[in-house]
């Protein structure tokens, strides 16, 4: 019979990886010190709370959802609504606090419509979110009172007596509020997946029968886990509304929550951290990549096809796996496949997007002439040469690709067979 407490021992990874991005949440702003970085790292923090919290339903619940924008939208506009009660002086909160409202909102809806949704699963679940989203869009152009009609609601940040002379006027303020809740997100989200109920959720998404039979209501796991998501998906709704001090019906609409599944996959749902990456390349994509071209949406669906097609895991799968192959010390025999793939699909995109700017060209920007820049280069869209460049290129590109990839799954099918007999060999010693 033990006397005395044993403790587990100290996780020093885990408290670097913490500390480190804690660490990088403070110093981005040094790094990165003009305006637009400023509302970039602030939208990338919102976007990283409602990409995890769509995660939680995804990749660790197996809830396909097509309506989550309506949780962070609707979050939105209660706090808007706070926010101006709070100038109004009717509501005696302090303005750091007001993305709690969003969050006690997306609670609220997640009660309501959660208890509805998660009644199914699968394929029916997928289509009651889709139609809960078309509802709440609906609304929000039908009640003017509360969504603010086209218009929107709009709100001050700037009320109230300052703290610390913390005014949330400069946007930099407003980052390290952000960043604040985003760490917290981060971290109660991450011990949500260790918690009993977490575990729980994991066995409802791989094997539901099973999980029922040991005697676990998996309507009930469904409908905790969908209430918890609300509620971070608010708490990001409410960051959204204090950092753009405007709410639109657009934060409930279809685009929205297509947006968060798009780039929660591409991150990589089966991983904590992949839908960090997703909303990192969400917000580069909608600020960023949108001011460089007109086709934007049409080079996401490309990413997002060819990600399906060859990386259905996602980002974070890809890092994973080289990872892995990395740790039994044959990551140095990919570089040359990895440059080569490289290089192909650079050749691939370079011609596939001199044809789409082209098209473009031509449908959008006739009155500018028939020349347009692309990269340096001036193309004729209405020129033969132009086309058959353009095409030879991305052809080219793509017959190399295939070549390359056919040698890289060769020599990464070598590596995996000599990967799994070093495990057998370390098991039997």
């Known amino acids: 019979m033990k006397t005395h407490y044993q403790f587990a021992p100290l996780n020093i990874g885990r408290w670097l990886t913490w500390g480190l991005f804690a660490l990088l949440l403070i110093v981005a702003p040094k790094m990165f010190g003009s305006g637009l970085a400023l509302t970039v790292l602030s939208q990338m923090g919102i976007a990283i709370i ?4 769509y995660n939680m339903l995804l990749g660790q619940g197996g809830m396909l959802s097509f309506g989550h924008a309506v949780y962070t939208g609707l979050g939105s506009f209660l706090a808007i609504h706070a926010l101006n009660s709070v100038t109004n002086g009717s509501l005696p909160l302090p303005v750091s606090l007001v993305p709690l409202v969003g969050g006690l909102a997306g609670v609220g809806f997640a009660v309501l419509f959660g208890y509805v949704t998660t009644r199914k699963s699968g394929t029916t679940f997928a289509m009651i979110t889709l139609g809960l989203g078309e509802l709440v869009f609906a609304l929000s152009l039908m009640i003017p009172e509360f969504f603010g009609g086209e218009g929107g609601v709009s709100g001050n940040r700037v009320t109230g007596k300052a703290v610390l002379g913390i005014t949330f006027g400069p946007q930099i303020q407003v980052y390290y509020l952000i960043a604040l809740y985003t760490f917290v997100a981060v971290a109660a989200m991450f011990a949500f997946t260790r918690t009993p109920l977490g575990r729980m959720l994991n066995a409802v998404r791989d094997n539901p029968e099973r999980v029922e039979f040991v005697g676990y209501d998996t309507q009930k796991v469904r409908y905790y886990a969908f209430i918890i998501a609300g509620f971070f998906a608010g708490i990001s709704g409410g960051l959204a509304a204090l950092n753009f001090e405007i709410v639109t019906a657009e934060v409930v609409g279809a ?6 599944l798009l780039f929660t996959f591409l ?43 060859y990386a259905p895991g996602g980002i974070a799968s890809l890092i994973m796996m080289n990872l892995r192959v990395a740790a039994f010390g044959k990551l140095r025999q990919l570089w040359v496949s990895y440059l080569a793939m490289t290089v192909t699909v650079l050749v691939l995109l370079l011609g596939a997007g001199a044809m789409i700017e082209m098209v473009y060209h031509l449908q959008l920007s006739t009155s500018l002439g028939s020349q347009l820049q692309f990269l340096g280069v001036t193309l004729d869209a209405k020129g033969l040469n132009s086309w058959v460049g353009a095409a030879f290129v991305m052809l080219t590109g793509l017959g190399l690709f295939e070549v390359t990839r056919r040698q890289f799954l060769v020599e990464w099918g070598d590596i995996q067979e000599y990967i799994e007999k070093e495990i057998k060999r370390r098991e039997a010693l």
Do not use: D, H, N, Q
């Open 50 to 53: 409602a990409c995890l919290s």
């Open 255 to 260: 685009a929205r929550s297509g947006a968060y």
């Open 267 to 309: 991150g990589g749902a089966t991983f904590f951290f992949g839908p960090i990456i997703g909303a990192i390349l969400m917000v580069l994509a909608f600020v960023l990549l949108s001011e460089f071209t007109k086709a934007w949406l049409l080079y996401l669906g490309l990413v997002f096809l060819f990600m399906v097609m």
